[in-house]
């Protein structure tokens, strides 16, 4: 059993730069393919980033191509998303998500509120 708890969402100006963490414990994540999705107020969650067990590969949807970066320390049982040139239309909350493998098993954080507001 694996639990997430993400940190460091907040309210920051259009432009500005965040950086959010997702700690996991109960269990090692480095065999997990991880992922950030967000959801936002009347809309659907959707999928933010992805990115590989070893960290070699990563995917982004493509509204934040170029400004997002999904990262992970694996010792660390931890999970990054640097997030810059933050838009209004970027406010969502934000949760980890965990995909052990060859299993079915998907584990989910509570989530951690971005706002994007002058």
């Known amino acids: 059993q694996v639990q997430l708890v993400e940190s460091g969402g907040g309210l920051v100006q259009p432009g500005g730069s965040l950086r959010l963490s997702c700690v996991a414990s109960?269990?090692?994540?480095?065999?997990?393919?991880m992922g950030w999705y967000r959801q936002a107020p009347g809309k659907q969650r959707e999928l933010v980033a992805t990115i590989t067990s070893g960290g070699g590969g990563s995917d982004y949807t493509d509204s934040v191509k170029g400004r997002f970066t999904i990262s992970r320390d694996n010792s660390k049982n931890t999970v990054y998303l640097q997030m810059n040139s933050l838009k209004p239309e970027d406010t969502a909350v934000y949760y980890c998500?965990?995909?052990?493998?060859?299993?079915?098993?998907?584990?989910w954080g509570k989530g951690t509120l971005v706002t994007v507001s002058s």
């Open positions: 109960g269990d090692t994540i480095s065999a997990n393919l």
């Open positions: 998500n965990a995909r052990p493998p060859f299993t079915s098993m998907v584990y």
